[in-house]
C-alpha cells in the first residue's frame, strides 16, 4: 500500500493552491522550466493527472504516438486558451476528486489489481499514489518554484513526499528504461540518496530484466546524490554529472546513469 503516497500528494495539493491562489497574470503567463509550458499549463497538467485517476470516463485528447508524454502534451494544449481562473476552478475540482479516488485505491479491494500503463508500464493501483506525489515534487521544485523556474521558492512539504515520490522513481526505472538500462548494467550498480531522506539500491540484471533492490549493503560502484538532485537528473532535467559522487569504476556507473529517463 502506499498510503504515504496519498499523505504527500494532499500535502503538495495544499502547498500549491497556497502558491496559484496568489497568482497574477505575470505569474500565470511566466514560461517554467518544463519546455514549452507556462505556469499556465503546468497546473493545468497537474489538474489533469487527478482529472485522469478521478474519472474513469474521461474523454481523452487523440495521442496517436502512445506515449505518456504526449497525452500529457496534448491535454495541456486543450486548456492552453481557457482562462487563468478558470484553470485554478479545474485544479481545486480535480485535485480534491483526485484524492478522493487516490485514497480510495488504498483499499483492499484495489490496492493490488494491476494497472496498465502504455508506454510506462504495469503498476499497483495503489502505486497511483506514490506517481502524484513524484509528478508534483518534480514540477514545483524543478519546473515552477526558483531556482529552476520562475517563480519565487516557498517552503513546501518536501519531507511528506519525498519517500512515495522516490518509490515511483525506483519501480518505474526497469520498466521505463528497460531498453537502455539493461545493456548498460554489466555488472551491478549502487545509488544512494541523501538529504530530505536517506535511502539506497542495487541496480542489477536479472534472467531478462532489470531488477532494483532497496538495501545498504550496497556494490562497490556506486553512485551518490541527493535526493532532491535525483528528482531532476533522474527525469533527464539537468545532466547527472554536475550531481553525482561516483565512487567505484566510473567507467560501470556512468552507462548506467547515462540510462535514467523517469517520468
Same mark, same amino acid.
Given at each position: 500500500?502506499?498510503?504515504?503516497?496519498?499523505i504527500?500528494?494532499?500535502?503538495?495539493?495544499?502547498?500549491t493552491?497556497k502558491?496559484?491562489e496568489?497568482?497574477?497574470?505575470?505569474?500565470?503567463?511566466?514560461?517554467? %522550466?518544463?519546455?514549452?509550458?507556462?505556469v499556465?499549463?503546468?497546473?493545468a497538467h #497537474? %489538474? &489533469?493527472?487527478?482529472?485522469?485517476?478521478?474519472d474513469?470516463?474521461?474523454?481523452? !485528447?487523440?495521442?496517436?504516438?502512445?506515449?505518456a508524454?504526449?497525452?500529457?502534451?496534448a %491535454?495541456?494544449?486543450?486548456?492552453?486558451?481557457l482562462?487563468?481562473?478558470?484553470?485554478?476552478? =479545474?485544479y481545486r475540482?480535480q485535485s480534491?476528486?483526485g484524492?478522493?479516488? @487516490?485514497?480510495?485505491?488504498?483499499?483492499e479491494? &484495489?490496492?493490488?489489481?494491476? #494497472?496498465?500503463?502504455? /508506454?510506462?508500464?504495469? =503498476?499497483? #493501483?495503489?502505486? +497511483?499514489?506514490?506517481?502524484?506525489s513524484? /509528478?508534483? +515534487?518534480?514540477h514545483l521544485?524543478?519546473? @515552477?518554484l526558483? !531556482?529552476?523556474?520562475?517563480?519565487?521558492?516557498?517552503?513546501?512539504?518536501?519531507?511528506?513526499?519525498?519517500?512515495?515520490?522516490?518509490?515511483w522513481?525506483l519501480a518505474g +526505472?526497469?520498466? #521505463?528504461?528497460?531498453e537502455?538500462l =539493461?545493456?548498460?548494467?554489466?555488472?551491478?550498480? *549502487?545509488?544512494?540518496?541523501?538529504?530530505?531522506?536517506?535511502?539506497?539500491?542495487?541496480?542489477?540484471?536479472g534472467?531478462?530484466?532489470?531488477?532494483?533492490?532497496?538495501?545498504d549493503?550496497v556494490?562497490? /560502484?556506486c553512485?551518490t546524490?541527493?535526493?532532491?538532485d &535525483?528528482?531532476r537528473? *533522474?527525469t533527464?532535467?539537468?545532466a547527472w554529472?554536475?550531481?553525482?559522487?561516483?565512487?567505484?569504476?566510473?567507467?560501470?556507473?556512468?552507462?548506467? +546513469?547515462?540510462?535514467?529517463?523517469i517520468?
Amino acid at each position: 500500500m502506499s498510503d504515504a503516497g496519498v499523505i504527500g500528494a494532499r500535502a503538495l495539493v495544499d502547498d500549491t493552491l497556497k502558491l496559484v491562489e496568489q497568482f497574477g497574470t505575470a505569474e500565470w503567463e511566466a514560461d517554467t %522550466a518544463c519546455h514549452g509550458w507556462r505556469v499556465h499549463d503546468l497546473v493545468a497538467h #497537474m %489538474a &489533469f493527472f487527478f482529472n485522469l485517476i478521478a474519472d474513469p470516463n474521461l474523454v481523452l !485528447p487523440a495521442n496517436p504516438s502512445g506515449k505518456a508524454e504526449r497525452l500529457n502534451d496534448a %491535454a495541456v494544449r486543450e486548456r492552453a486558451d481557457l482562462p487563468h481562473d478558470q484553470i485554478l476552478d =479545474y485544479y481545486r475540482a480535480q485535485s480534491e476528486a483526485g484524492l478522493t479516488a @487516490l485514497a480510495a485505491l488504498q483499499t483492499e479491494d &484495489f490496492r493490488d489489481a494491476p #494497472m496498465n500503463m502504455g /508506454d510506462i508500464g504495469t =503498476y499497483k #493501483m495503489c502505486q +497511483l499514489s506514490d506517481a502524484v506525489s513524484f /509528478d508534483h +515534487l518534480t514540477h514545483l521544485t524543478s519546473d @515552477l518554484l526558483a !531556482p529552476f523556474g520562475p517563480i519565487d521558492a516557498v517552503d513546501l512539504d518536501v519531507a511528506a513526499a519525498i519517500d512515495p515520490g522516490l518509490d515511483w522513481m525506483l519501480a518505474g +526505472l526497469p520498466q #521505463m528504461c528497460h531498453e537502455e538500462l =539493461y545493456p548498460a548494467l554489466t555488472s551491478p550498480v *549502487g545509488l544512494r540518496l541523501t538529504g530530505d531522506t536517506t535511502r539506497s539500491w542495487r541496480i542489477e540484471r536479472g534472467a531478462d530484466a532489470v531488477v532494483v533492490t532497496e538495501t545498504d549493503d550496497v556494490p562497490e /560502484d556506486c553512485a551518490t546524490s541527493s535526493a532532491i538532485d &535525483f528528482l531532476r537528473w *533522474g527525469t533527464k532535467r539537468t545532466a547527472w554529472r554536475s550531481a553525482v559522487t561516483v565512487r567505484g569504476d566510473r567507467g560501470v556507473v556512468a552507462p548506467v +546513469l547515462d540510462a535514467f529517463d523517469i517520468v
